[in-house]
Antibody, heavy 116, light 107 residues
Framework: QLQESGPGLVKPSETLSLTCTVS????????WSWIRQAPGKGLEWIAY???????NYNPSLESRVTISVDTSKNQFSLKLTSVTAADTAVYYC????????????WGQGTLVTVSS | DIQMTQSPSSLSASVGDRVTITCRAS??????LNWYQQKPGKAPKLLIY???SLQSGVPSRFSGSGSRTDFSLTISSLQPEDFATYYC?????????FGQGTKVEIK
């Protein structure tokens, strides 16, 4: 089970910070990812991290995004800097399963609104 | 980036209908193609991975096919709980990208 947590409201130009807590299994051995969905829009992959710490970012967001992992807490996190209204979205964390890099387990999602 | 194009963007169908959604990649992605179902207010749910492998627990009325650039998701007999939006996703190369979605509505 995956559960996102973090502020639901962030001011423009500030940093969005979210954490995904993995329960019922270990974070080790897998890739973990963040995906977002703007209201009424499609899905956008943001980044992934391997439990060992190696990362890969969507170039469209790479300059503003950091993903990190804390294996001792079975958590991974997302930071997105200099947010604007365009970053308003439901943010999902997900597990990347198997050799075909599909998202096999998802959190319920958390809506983050960027507004002053 | 690899562009994923789904068609149609929406469709109306009746319970019991056979429904097919197609997804085209802008370049060959071998069989690194996954399908998800999303209902309003819920997270996407994995249906098919590796183009044709059924995720555990997913009803057998869902099937996937295709390779390289052309893929399809078929629902053999549409059930009331299948009315949702469906997304394809390529995992061949990063940035991983999704199709724009196909909304399946009740006729």
């Amino acid at each position: 089970q995956l559960q996102e947590s973090g502020p639901g409201l962030v001011k423009p130009s500030e940093t969005l910070s979210l954490t995904c807590t993995v329960s019922g299994g270990s974070i080790t051995g897998y890739y973990w990812s963040w995906i977002r969905q703007a209201p009424g829009k499609g899905l956008e992959w943001i980044a992934y991290i391997y439990y060992s710490g190696s990362t890969n970012y969507n170039p469209s967001l790479e300059s503003r995004v950091t993903i990190s992992v804390d294996t001792s807490k079975n958590q991974f996190s997302l930071k997105l800097t200099s947010v604007t209204a365009a970053d308003t979205a439901v943010y999902y964390c997900a597990r990347v399963g198997g050799n075909f890099f599909h998202f096999d387990y998802w959190g319920q999602g958390t809506l983050v609104t960027v507004s002053s | 980036d690899i562009q994923m194009t789904q068609s149609p963007s929406s469709l109306s169908a009746s319970v019991g209908d056979r429904v097919t959604i197609t997804c085209r990649a802008s370049q060959s992605i071998s069989n690194y193609l996954n399908w998800y179902q999303q209902k309003p207010g819920k997270a996407p749910k994995l249906l098919i991975y590796a183009a044709s492998s059924l995720q555990s627990g997913v009803p057998s009325r869902f099937s996937g096919s295709g390779s390289r650039t052309d893929f399809s998701l078929t629902i053999s007999s549409l059930q009331p709980e299948d009315f949702a939006t469906y997304y394809c996703q390529q995992s061949y190369s990063t940035p991983w990208t999704f199709g724009q979605g196909t909304k399946v509505e009740i006729k």
